[in-house]
């Protein structure tokens, strides 16, 4: 999906979850591409302050985009 349809995708999930998944997961939208992805991710988790919507467009080269979630790192 383009980044758009990303966005609005986030944010109808953010509205369905549970409050405590919210705790738990981190929504976000990353590249769909696996490699691009997975850089993403591990940026992102040395410092999720410094992300918003708009980082995974840094790390994107082919403007597809997914949503997904994973644990937060306790």
Known sequence: ???QE????KKESL???DESL?????IVITPANTDESYKFIE???KNPEA???ESCK?????DEFE???FKKEE
């Open 1 to 3: 999906m383009n980044y």
């Open 6 to 9: 990303a966005l609005k995708h």
């Open 15 to 17: 509205e369905k979850a």
């Open 22 to 26: 919210l705790k738990l997961y981190h």
């Open 43 to 45: 940026d992102f988790t």
């Open 51 to 53: 992300f918003d919507d």
């Open 58 to 62: 840094k790390y994107c080269t082919d």
């Open 67 to 69: 949503v997904v979630s």
